[in-house]
């Protein structure tokens, strides 16, 4: 984003279906996309993900906000979102009305949700095989490509495509440019959106126009000098290096690398190679995508101070920068390390930072599958924050920007985009919704991977596994968070013998892992992974119990103030359509379980009794997160999911499991 105006302040002032064939070939017709060449794993990669077409999921509240944002991608009509690429590439935008919010024909940054748009129908159809979605995409593409064929005409260097002129990167690279564009941010998010098709369904079309795209940046790029290039980094450009790394491990060509890496902010990444924090005052959103640009360029090169930048970043951020739901960042902005409880605002934990950190921490995962810390933390935002994102009672799933953490905060009410006000189906398309938009389409991508003939389990949620290349069904049922158990019921050809890696998160202790109702002799250290090596038989059945606990996660820079929670689920006050002007006065040792089937609880605050339930279930009521602890701190040690232990008394992060025992009742 320019320096001078921010996104913050131009969301104040400003205010059907394809035939294939017809809209461009196809290669293959299975969600996996046999025909596109294989992405190349990278160096250092250990652990694997699966396809998205090998993991579904299964009833659960994952499901239910899945199947909103598959209606909302089935409603929404492609010809609106293509309104400002026809007119800007001098075709007819044929009758379709425009659209509104961060796409209205005069936003400066109009045509970046479009790129969302094509990651997501690519992943539904991946997941669903939903055609619907897929010639949506299809006919996008197609569209795209015919205002690309007449950039000639429209003025426009070969290969262009934005819903803005090209003078506006003429701009970019003298400084010149003034109205808050950020026009490489958007071009990133078509080329990903582009890359997705291709990979996802197999479009030869969607290829051909990311291509011509990617040249055009290439000779874009390549008349800048060093100095002018790192200047120009200046302005937000999204994942640029990540998307053009992306590309050269996909087609090899080392033409997409080199361009990649013309996209290295060495202002950013300098300090964070040599291990130092310098977040304090930058753009949060800005900085995440070239972390996990970092960690592609590390998989395509080897080059270790690549994966040095991204686990410091991680380290970082998770470990002083996270508020105890997982998100990060208050105005869109990192504030200094440890500082969470100064900063609990309306305007809180950007849903687009976590989505991203999460894309991190699976990337990091890759290169340490060891490391449960990551899929703590990963458990941590995607339970608490992202589910809770959507709206369960909207049924296009519409989603916040912001997380409100004040006290008294709500969900969907506040000025304009700020607070937590729902996106709409044509008049908002914040970056956000787009990030939302992918978020969940693919909510299962990182509940199983695999390490050669080992399977590791990481997230607990009810969902099917088909690891065809073992010929080899694994269903997960699970009641979790609710409850603290979860069972792995194998089906198929499972003859042979391999190892199952559960993760033990750090949350919990006493953990016992059973096959076929034998326990197992196996260590279950919290913040590790419980190891079953066997000759496995169909129909074999793992059972893992994690058992849960109350516990008082306290910020860093006032340990008087805390966040409540239940394993790994945090635990909100519901105060109704009361307002709250300051943090509640919680009695510590009152936190009590009464459902058995939920996770309801009650506490006494401000001499009152309270409800408290999940946060990710806080919705159409006033809530807080965080309270004043009403008594010292009393219980055992804590563990912040950075991978150190700390007593209370030590200082412990702010972060995401800094705390102690509440002494309440389970």
Not at 567 to 590: I, M, N
């Amino acid at each position: 984003m320019s320096p001078s105006i921010s996104r913050r302040h131009l969301l104040r002032t400003a205010g059907a279906t394809a035939v294939v064939s017809a809209a461009g070939p196809l290669v293959g017709n299975s969600p996996a996309g046999a025909a596109v060449p294989p992405r190349v794993a990278g160096i250092g990669v250990s652990a694997s993900p699966f396809a998205l077409g090998q993991v579904r999921l299964a009833e659960s509240r994952w499901l239910d906000n899945q199947n909103r944002t598959r209606a909302y991608l089935q409603f929404v009509d492609p010809d609106r979102l293509l309104y400002n690429f026809r007119a800007n590439h001098g075709l007819s935008t044929r009758g379709a009305a425009a659209t509104g919010g961060w796409d209205a024909p005069t936003f400066p940054f109009r045509t970046h949700i479009q790129g969302h748009f094509l990651t997501a129908w690519a992943q539904l159809y991946a997941v669903t095989g939903d055609t619907a979605c897929r010639d949506k995409a299809v006919h996008m593409v197609a569209e795209l490509a015919r205002c690309q064929a007449n950039n000639k005409a429209a003025g426009f260097g070969a290969g262009y495509l934005s819903g803005y002129p090209e003078s506006e990167f003429t701009a970019l690279e003298e400084r010149t440019l003034d109205n808050g564009n950020v026009p490489y941010y958007t071009i990133h998010k078509t080329l990903t959106g582009l890359l997705d098709v291709w990979r996802h369904i197999g479009s030869t079309q969607a290829r051909d126009v990311l291509l011509a795209l990617a040249g055009w940046v290439d000779r874009r790029t390549a008349r800048l000098s060093g100095g002018q290039m790192q200047t120009m980094l200046e302005t937000e450009f999204g994942g640029m290096n990540t998307v053009l790394t992306d590309l050269y491990l996909q087609t090899g060509d080392t033409r997409w690398l080199a361009v990649a890496r013309r996209f290295d902010h060495a202002a950013v990444f300098d300090p964070l190679a040599a291990g130092q924090d310098r977040l304090d005052g930058l753009h949060a959103n800005t900085q995440v995508p070239k972390w996990i640009g970092a960690a592609r360029e590390y998989g395509a090169t080897g080059t270790t101070r690549y994966r040095d930048i991204a686990t410091n970043a991680w380290n970082a951020c998770v470990g002083t920068h996270t508020y105890a739901i997982g998100g990060n960042s208050q105005a869109e902005h990192f504030r200094a390390p440890n500082a969470i409880a100064a900063y609990l605002k309306r305007d809180t934990c950007e849903s687009c930072n976590t989505f991203n950190m999460l894309t991190l921490t699976r990337e990091l995962f890759t290169l340490d599958p060891d490391r449960a810390a990551l899929f703590d933390f990963y458990e941590q935002a995607w339970l608490n924050q992202m589910i809770g994102q959507q709206d369960p009672a909207d049924r296009h799933g519409h989603v916040t920007y912001f997380t409100p953490l004040e006290p008294g905060g709500r969900r969907g009410v506040g000025p304009a985009w700020g607070g937590g006000t729902w996106s709409t189906d044509y008049d908002s398309f914040w970056c956000c919704q787009g990030t939302g938009l992918e978020m969940h389409t693919r909510l299962m991508d990182s509940v199983y991977f695999h390490r050669d003939t080992t399977l590791i389990v990481n997230l607990f949620v009810p969902s099917v596994l088909t690891w065809t290349q073992r010929g080899i069904t694994v269903t997960q049922s699970t009641s979790f968070p609710v409850g603290d158990t979860t069972t792995l019921r194998i089906t198929g050809d499972a003859a042979g013998t391999w190892a199952m890696r559960i993760r033990i998160p750090g949350w919990t202790s006493g953990a016992t892992v059973a096959v076929n109702g034998v326990a197992q002799d196996i260590a279950t250290t919290p913040g590790s992974y419980a190891t079953v090596t066997r000759s496995w038989a169909a129909g074999d059945t793992v059972t893992v119990r994690l058992p849960m606990r109350v516990v008082l996660r306290a910020a860093a820079d006032d340990p008087d103030v805390v966040a409540v929670t239940y394993g790994p689920t945090v635990l909100s006050g519901d105060y109704g359509d009361r307002s709250l002007g300051s943090l509640p006065v919680l009695d510590t040792a009152s936190v009590t379980r009464t459902g058995g089937s939920s996770l309801a609880f009650t506490a006494v605050a401000d001499g009152s009794t309270v409800g408290l339930g999940p946060f990710h279930d806080a919705h159409g009521h006033n809530y807080t997160v965080y309270w004043k602890a009403g008594r010292p701190l009393a219980g055992a040690d804590s563990v912040d999911f950075a991978g150190a232990r700390k007593g209370v008394d030590g200082g412990s992060t702010g972060g995401p499991g800094a705390g102690s025992s509440a002494g309440g009742r389970p």
